[in-house]
């Protein structure tokens, strides 16, 4: 039998990125098949081409054994194909059920939106599938889980028996991740096959029947997870010997750096998010914060940068009464700041990369005297820190939203940490990012703490607390549930107290 | 997922909910204070029924109501219920906004009429009358923002419909053609609009003000060099009232004088309002709009094509600026002036924004500045006994407005995508 779709040397040029250089690859019926690569390897390229959104410059594509032109998403839809886009495509303020039926609307008397019916549907599938998902709720009251699982059902209402899943649980929590394969394993008992995406290798190794390697375009090979593991894939993904492990020597704590005494911080619908928490971060060690996202950690950390205002409590730094200090105050204290969201929070997307280097020193000699800029000294400093932090991109004048994320986040990192910093605030350093960019950032922490500097490293991935952390705290619903010496603490233990349950 | 973000609920704010009550306890104190000025016991406000020209159909007995004890029930009233959102809260509150304005918009008015007369319904028919033009203005903004195309070409689109309307009117001596021409020039400009904004992704505000700007200069041009010199084309023609096909119509009480004393515009206003409303919420067009208006790259990926669904809107909004254009000619003096829509479109865009994007919400907010324009008419009438700033009563609508936005309708929901160009990828 001919396999459910074949990509056959499919190639995209992009001005100045070959994307997808002559990739061949095959969904056989029933398999998961995931495609493994680091950011900008193509992967979405590839998907958005199969999904009618691209248009490839050679290359065909065969669906169950068929040549087919797909040049719309409506075409891909009518050959069964569904694709759960990096970024969710759903209308916040739509309910599910109109989103879902969206594009393939039910209709009564053949002009009225027929959303009982669609919504008995969505109750069926989500039934069927084990789903959980209510059609009356819009989508922006949806945890990014449920709007996954809408995303799903949007492909399931629509009969595709071909998913492609670009990403999914970059956005996910552990657990969610665990619900996610869950359910993928219960589509592919009922027939559907399944293109699943990631740069995660542990997700790849647990959830694929065979995994496709791509880097800079091309694949680098097909493998299956019993013939492989992690440090073969990252090999395959990076194209060099990758430490998977971080090594550091152990902390020298000094002085201590930041003081925070019993802080109390509201979140955005003035409840308590942060309940009276007191902690201490030294000179020379990193106090990792585990927990999953949503118990409070964005809003200390904007507390502790100035960005959110604090009801209760007070910070310190260096001995300085901060509970009250701009932004700017808190930066000039040789406080470093990298945000959780670094395309909202950390760079202005529109504005050139040399531009984004400088926001925090714009204001400041050699760069501005008095209320004007100066083009050349900004400049120069730029290209001193695109080769310094090794940022990957076609000139300092490209506006930041043209790279990649690994290296948009050098763009940040290299900003925060080209000045003499005492502190440094990591919120989620590496989310979203590829294997390379990842050690990259990793071994920056380390560097720092070795340095010298404090480092508070806030990250719901517990391993990566665990490896980097000198002493770790778990915040649970606003609270530090407990402090503990890394080298005593257990992933277990650790786990338990992130799920609220102390020792 | 178990724990959500929605950790401790110890520091309750003051809600708006109980802020809004406070306000309207407010409001019924002033009731209290404002109109129980220069009353003597014993005024009586005298309200009438009729309409010069109704009075030949049917003679209603006028409404006589004794100020002061008007003035405190509805006052008490306003208070109390103010006061009773404030402590307990009410489950629904969007009536109560109703309430409340009506409340002080009564009491001003058995004020404004204390020991003297005054037409009610004259007032409130001149009111709809008023606010056809810049429901229908705001209709078009609807259609195009819902869809995410900004259109502040509205004022220039209803200008250009006027203009050529009671041109072609004239030249064929059929106004149904000078109709289908104002239809024409709206749809012609909105399709101008549409390519500088979809295809060309221009700047929309600039767009628009081009359109105005072209729209404005040429009418003048046109109106001096043509309508002035050749003063044939420019003859009274008007669609006759509803009052005048049906005369059995104006006579129903009340409803005749208020309804069907109008030109047949009003009408396809008030349909096109039904139509639009129930279209854009219950149908697979309405849908679409939205979602485009939106995210519209949601919408590509579920095989919708955006540059349509955009077109299409644009140009239908084009068309009911022109019929608003239409409104202004010949449904009403019949000739052309120069600058004759006098900013109209303008606040048409602000009774859209107030009225939250919505038709439904466009006609509340049409209605509250056709009142004000009518009874900014009335007060130079009554100007004597009015001895509160003119200025502070017409500042009224606008905080009501503000109000409904801050307070009822709490978060203000224009289209996500409104404004921005759609690039396929
Ligand atoms: N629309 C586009 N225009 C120009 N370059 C693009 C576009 N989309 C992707 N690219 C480039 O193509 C390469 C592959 O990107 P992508 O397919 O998104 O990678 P992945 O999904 O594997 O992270 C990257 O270098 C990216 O910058
Ligand atoms: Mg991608």
Same mark, same amino acid.
């Given at each position: 039998?001919?396999?459910l779709l074949?990509?056959?040397?499919?190639?995209?040029?992009?001005?100045?990125?070959? %994307?997808?250089?002559?990739?061949?690859l095959?969904l056989e019926h029933g398999e998961i098949h995931a495609l493994l690569g680091e950011n900008?390897a193509?992967k979405t390229?590839l998907m958005n081409?199969l999904y009618?959104?691209?248009?490839?410059?050679?290359?065909?594509?065969?669906?169950?054994?068929?040549?087919?032109?797909?040049?719309?998403?409506?075409?891909a839809i009518?050959?069964g194909i569904g694709m759960v886009h990096q970024h969710f495509m759903l209308i916040p303020?739509?309910t599910v059920t109109?989103n879902v039926?969206?594009?393939?609307?039910?209709?009564?008397?053949?002009?009225?939106?027929?959303? %009982?019916?669609?919504?008995?549907r969505i109750r069926a599938i989500s039934e069927q599938y084990g789903l959980q998902v209510d059609p009356?709720l819009r989508i922006r009251d949806l945890s990014v889980g449920a709007q996954q699982r809408v995303e799903i059902v949007k492909i399931l209402y629509r009969q595709a028996d071909i998913l492609i899943l670009d990403e999914p649980t970059a956005v996910l929590t552990p657990e969610e991740v665990e619900d996610l394969f869950r359910i993928i394993r219960g589509l592919v008992k009922r027939g559907v096959s399944i293109i699943f995406i990631s740069h995660k290798l542990k997700e790849v190794m647990a959830i694929a029947d065979r995994i496709t390697v791509l880097?800079?375009?091309?694949?680098?090979?097909?493998?299956r997870p019993a /013939?492989t593991?992690s440090?073969?894939l990252a090999?395959?993904m990076?194209?060099?010997?990758?430490?998977?492990?971080?090594?550091?020597?152990?902390?020298?704590?000094?002085?201590?750096?930041?003081?925070?005494?019993?802080?109390?911080?509201?979140?955005?619908?003035?409840?308590?998010?942060?309940?009276?928490?007191?902690?201490?971060?030294?000179?020379? /060690?990193?106090?990792?914060?585990a927990g999953v996202q949503g118990n409070?950690q964005?809003?200390?950390?904007?507390?502790?940068?100035?960005?959110?205002?604090?009801?209760?409590?007070?910070?310190?730094?260096?001995?300085?009464?901060?509970?009250?200090?701009?932004?700017?105050?808190?930066?000039?204290?040789?406080?470093?700041?990298?945000?959780e969201d670094?395309?909202?929070?950390?760079?202005?997307?529109?504005?050139?990369?040399?531009?984004?280097?400088?926001?925090?020193?714009?204001?400041?000699?050699?760069?501005?005297?008095?209320?004007?800029?100066?083009?050349?000294?900004?400049?120069? /400093?730029?290209?001193?820190?695109?080769?310094?932090?090794?940022?990957?991109?076609?000139?300092?004048?490209?506006?930041? %939203?043209?790279?990649?994320g690994?290296?948009?986040?050098?763009?940040?990192?290299?900003?925060?940490?080209?000045?003499?910093?005492?502190?440094?605030?990591?919120?989620q350093?590496t989310r979203g990012l590829d294997v390379?960019?990842i /050690?990259?950032?990793?071994?920056?922490?380390?560097?720092?703490?070795?340095?010298?500097?404090?480092?508070?490293?806030?990250s719901p991935e517990l391993d990566e607390i665990?490896?980097?952390?000198?002493?770790?705290?778990?915040?649970?619903?606003?609270?530090?549930?407990?402090?503990?010496?890394?080298?005593? %603490?257990?992933r277990?233990?650790?786990g338990?107290?992130m799920a609220?349950?102390?020792? | 997922m178990a724990v959500m973000s929605?950790?401790?609920?110890?520091?309750?704010?003051?809600?708006?909910?109980?802020?809004?009550?406070?306000?309207?306890?407010?409001?019924?104190?002033?009731?209290?204070?404002?109109?129980?000025?220069?009353?003597?016991?014993?005024?009586?406000?005298?309200?009438?029924?009729?309409?010069?020209?109704?009075?030949?159909?049917?003679?209603?007995?006028?409404?006589?109501?004794?100020?002061?004890?008007?003035?405190?029930?509805?006052?008490?009233?306003?208070?109390?219920?103010?006061?009773?959102?404030?402590?307990?809260?009410?489950?629904?509150? +969007?009536?109560?906004?109703?309430?409340?304005?009506?409340?002080?918009?009564?009491?001003?008015?058995?004020?404004?009429?204390?020991?003297?007369?005054?037409?009610?319904?004259?007032?409130?028919?001149?009111?709809?009358?008023?606010?056809?033009?810049?429901?229908?203005?705001?209709?078009?903004?609807?259609?195009?923002?819902?869809?995410?195309?900004?259109?502040?070409?509205?004022? +220039?689109?209803?200008?250009?419909?006027?203009?050529?309307?009671?041109?072609?009117?004239?030249?064929?001596?059929?106004?149904?053609?000078?109709?289908?021409?104002?239809?024409?020039?709206?749809?012609?400009?909105?399709?101008?609009?549409?390519?500088?904004?979809?295809?060309?992704?221009?700047?929309?505000?600039?767009?628009?003000?081009?359109?105005?700007?072209?729209?404005?200069?040429?009418?003048?041009?046109?109106?001096?060099?043509?309508?002035?010199?050749?003063?044939?084309?420019?003859?009274?023609?008007?669609?006759?009232?509803?009052?005048?096909?049906?005369?059995?119509?104006?006579?129903?009480?009340?409803? +005749?004088?208020?309804?069907?004393?109008?030109?047949?515009?009003?009408?396809?206003?008030?349909?096109?309002?039904?139509?639009?409303?129930?279209?854009?919420?219950?149908?697979?067009?309405?849908?679409?709009?939205?979602?485009?208006?939106?995210?519209?790259?949601a919408?590509?990926t579920l095989?919708?094509?955006?540059?349509?669904?955009?077109?299409?809107?644009?140009?239908?909004?084009?068309?009911?600026?022109?019929?608003?254009?239409?409104?202004?000619?010949? +449904?009403?003096?019949?000739?052309?002036?120069?600058?004759?829509?006098?900013?109209?479109?303008?606040?048409?865009?602000?009774?859209?924004?107030?009225?939250?994007?919505?038709?439904?919400?466009?006609?509340?907010?049409?209605?509250?500045?056709?009142?004000?324009?009518?009874?900014?008419?009335?007060?130079?009438?009554?100007?004597?006994?009015?001895?509160?700033?003119?200025?502070?009563?017409?500042?009224?609508?606008?905080?009501?407005?503000?109000?409904?936005?801050?307070?009822?309708?709490?978060?203000?929901?224009?289209?996500?995508?409104?404004?921005?160009?759609?690039?396929?990828?």
């Amino acid at each position: 039998m001919a396999p459910l779709l074949e990509l056959d040397s499919i190639t995209k040029q992009f001005p100045g990125v070959l %994307a997808n250089d002559h990739i061949s690859l095959t969904l056989e019926h029933g398999e998961i098949h995931a495609l493994l690569g680091e950011n900008g390897a193509g992967k979405t390229t590839l998907m958005n081409i199969l999904y009618g959104l691209y248009h490839p410059d050679e290359g065909k594509i065969l669906v169950r054994g068929k040549e087919v032109r797909i040049s719309s998403p409506d075409q891909a839809i009518h050959l069964g194909i569904g694709m759960v886009h990096q970024h969710f495509m759903l209308i916040p303020p739509f309910t599910v059920t109109e989103n879902v039926m969206l594009g393939e609307e039910k209709l009564k008397n053949g002009v009225f939106l027929d959303r %009982a019916a669609v919504a008995e549907r969505i109750r069926a599938i989500s039934e069927q599938y084990g789903l959980q998902v209510d059609p009356e709720l819009r989508i922006r009251d949806l945890s990014v889980g449920a709007q996954q699982r809408v995303e799903i059902v949007k492909i399931l209402y629509r009969q595709a028996d071909i998913l492609i899943l670009d990403e999914p649980t970059a956005v996910l929590t552990p657990e969610e991740v665990e619900d996610l394969f869950r359910i993928i394993r219960g589509l592919v008992k009922r027939g559907v096959s399944i293109i699943f995406i990631s740069h995660k290798l542990k997700e790849v190794m647990a959830i694929a029947d065979r995994i496709t390697v791509l880097r800079g375009g091309r694949v680098v090979g097909t493998t299956r997870p019993a /013939e492989t593991n992690s440090a073969a894939l990252a090999r395959m993904m990076v194209g060099r010997e990758v430490i998977l492990t971080v090594d550091k020597k152990p902390a020298e704590p000094g002085d201590v750096v930041l003081d925070v005494e019993n802080l109390q911080v509201l979140n955005d619908r003035k409840q308590v998010a942060v309940d009276g928490v007191s902690f201490q971060v030294r000179a020379g /060690e990193i106090l990792g914060i585990a927990g999953v996202q949503g118990n409070g950690q964005t809003e200390l950390v904007e507390a502790l940068t100035g960005l959110r205002g604090i009801t209760g409590g007070r910070t310190r730094i260096l001995g300085k009464e901060t509970t009250k200090a701009t932004p700017r105050q808190i930066l000039e204290t040789g406080v470093a700041h990298v945000p959780e969201d670094r395309q909202r929070d950390g760079l202005v997307l529109s504005f050139p990369v040399a531009d984004n280097l400088v926001l925090n020193t714009y204001y400041l000699p050699p760069i501005a005297t008095g209320i004007v800029m100066h083009r050349g000294p900004i400049l120069a /400093e730029a290209e001193e820190l695109v080769e310094r932090f090794d940022i990957r991109t076609p000139s300092v004048e490209v506006p930041a %939203a043209n790279l990649s994320g690994g290296n948009q986040q050098k763009v940040i990192v290299a900003r925060e940490f080209s000045r003499p910093i005492k502190l440094l605030i990591a919120s989620q350093p590496t989310r979203g990012l590829d294997v390379g960019s990842i /050690e990259y950032i990793h071994r920056q922490l380390v560097e720092r703490r070795d340095n010298g500097c404090a480092v508070l490293l806030v990250s719901p991935e517990l391993d990566e607390i665990m490896s980097l952390s000198d002493r770790i705290a778990v915040m649970y619903r606003g609270k530090i549930m407990d402090i503990l010496p890394a080298e005593k %603490a257990t992933r277990e233990q650790v786990g338990l107290l992130m799920a609220g349950v102390s020792a | 997922m178990a724990v959500m973000s929605r950790i401790g609920e110890k520091v309750a704010p003051l809600s708006r909910q109980r802020a809004l009550g406070i306000f309207y306890a407010v409001v019924g104190f002033l009731i209290l204070i404002l109109f129980s000025r220069d009353v003597q016991a014993g005024d009586l406000a005298t309200l009438g029924l009729n309409t010069p020209r109704s009075i030949e159909w049917v003679k209603l007995p006028d409404l006589v109501l004794p100020v002061l004890p008007t003035v405190w029930v509805l006052g008490l009233i306003t208070i109390g219920l103010g006061s009773y959102q404030a402590l307990r809260g009410f489950q629904k509150t +969007g009536w109560l906004l109703g309430v409340v304005s009506l409340a002080f918009l009564s009491t001003f008015l058995v004020w404004a009429a204390r020991a003297g007369s005054f037409s009610l319904i004259g007032i409130l028919s001149a009111s709809l009358q008023l606010a056809t033009p810049i429901l229908l203005g705001a209709l078009s903004g609807v259609l195009c923002e819902r869809a995410g195309v900004v259109n502040i070409a509205i004022e +220039g689109m209803m200008l250009g419909a006027a203009f050529t309307s009671v041109l072609v009117a004239n030249v064929t001596g059929d106004i149904m053609l000078g109709l289908a021409a104002a239809l024409a020039t709206g749809a012609l400009l909105a399709a101008w609009h549409a390519v500088m904004a979809i295809e060309f992704k221009m700047d929309q505000i600039i767009s628009g003000t081009v359109i105005n700007i072209f729209a404005t200069g040429l009418t003048n041009f046109l109106n001096q060099r043509v309508m002035q010199v050749y003063q044939n084309l420019n003859n009274e023609m008007t669609f006759p009232y509803i009052s005048q096909v049906f005369p059995d119509l104006a006579k129903i009480p009340i409803v +005749g004088p208020l309804l069907f004393d109008q030109t047949p515009i009003v009408w396809l206003a008030l349909i096109l309002l039904v139509v639009i409303q129930v279209a854009l919420f219950r149908t697979r067009w309405g849908l679409r709009t939205r979602a485009v208006g939106e995210h519209p790259r949601a919408a590509d990926t579920l095989g919708i094509n955006v540059f349509r669904v955009r077109y299409t809107n644009v140009i239908l909004g084009g068309m009911v600026a022109g019929l608003g254009g239409a409104y202004f000619t010949l +449904g009403s003096v019949g000739r052309f002036d120069k600058q004759m829509t006098n900013g109209r479109g303008f606040i048409a865009l602000a009774a859209m924004i107030f009225g939250n994007w919505t038709p439904v919400g466009s006609f509340a907010s049409s209605l509250i500045f056709g009142f004000t324009d009518a009874l900014q008419v009335k007060l130079q009438i009554l100007i004597g006994k009015v001895n509160i700033p003119s200025e502070f009563l017409l500042m009224l609508p606008y905080i009501v407005t503000m109000v409904v936005l801050a307070g009822v309708v709490g978060r203000v929901m224009m289209p996500a995508a409104d404004g921005q160009p759609y690039k396929k990828q």
